[in-house]
């Protein structure tokens, strides 16, 4: 008699959505492949992405926008098994990740894992970004319930967890491995729509901070970008996303400068 042996622990994972409805579908699939709950919480859809959650969803929740940090830590709260994955709904897990997390997570369990990053793969109108620093861009979006806190002051607001034998909310430990494999991150229709999303941010995100920091700061994420992580590679897509990244920052100056003029 064949014994079946588990691969991987009771998974919940959970994704935030609004207008997701494109990618929505593909990452709930693939997600499923790996994981025993699938969690959408939806804050003001008017595409088919409530459609597409109920359907193929075990738990669907409809709530006001509360911030990053609060949406997530909610998200996390109403899971129901002690390990949580998040995923974006443009976020689809690879074959490749799925088959090396069926291999070697309850491996890494045993040496005491609290918490597994993860590759991805980041796209912008179908064009795989190598370069630049968006690959592998690998995330914690893996961890243990009960360790998890959410950090505030970036764009994403980054889960941490707690490292009991430091005392501290970590993204980097001993105890936080990595896999190889990636999802496939379908970031933006268009380098204009990643245009739209880091000039909203600007405005929202307003620092302040001297003309010259700004002036130094922008120069510096362009040259990092496109010379330094060889983001030249990915050609006139490559060089238009280190011009974008580098206003972000000299947005967030002028913003900041309108606001002190009110």
């Known amino acids: 008699m064949s014994i079946k042996v588990q691969t991987l622990p009771d998974i919940s994972v959970f994704m935030i959505t609004r ?12 997600a499923k492949k790996i994981a025993k709950e699938i969690i959408v919480i939806d ?24 911030g990053v940090s609060r949406m997530k830590s909610f998200a996390v709260s109403i899971c129901s098994y002690s390990w949580v994955m998040h995923l974006s709904a443009n976020e689809v897990l690879t074959s490749a990740l799925i088959e090396e997390m069926n291999k070697k997570f309850v491996k890494q ?24 620093g968006f690959y592998p861009d690998r995330q914690l979006r893996i961890f243990q319930k009960s360790l998890a806190h959410f950090k505030t002051g970036t764009l994403e607001e980054s ?15 001993p105890r936080i491995f990595s896999f190889k ?14 245009k739209n999303y880091y000039r909203f941010n600007a405005e929202i995100g307003r620092k302040k901070i001297s003309y010259l920091s700004a002036l130094v700061g922008s120069v510096a994420c362009f040259v990092e970008r496109f010379i330094f992580q060889l983001g030249f590679l990915d050609g006139a897509l490559g060089y238009k996303m280190a011009m974008i990244l580098s206003m972000y920052i000299w947005r967030q100056y002028k913003e900041s400068r309108l606001e002190d003029e009110y």
Do not use: C, P
Request: hydrophobic share 40%; net charge positive.
């Open 19 to 30: 207008d997701d409805a494109k990618h929505l579908e593909q990452a709930i699939r693939q």
């Open 43 to 66: 804050y003001g859809s008017v595409d088919n992405t409530m459609k597409i959650a109920e359907r193929h969803a075990d738990k669907v929740y409809q709530k006001q926008w509360l």
């Open 109 to 132: 369990m045993v040496k005491g894992a609290i918490g597994f990053k993860i590759a991805r793969k980041y796209y912008v109108g179908g064009n795989f970004v190598r370069w630049g």
């Open 159 to 173: 889960v941490e967890v707690w490292d009991a034998k430091k005392g501290l909310y970590l993204t980097e430990s």
């Open 181 to 194: 494999g990636a999802v496939d991150y379908y970031a933006f229709e268009t380098i204009n729509d990643m």
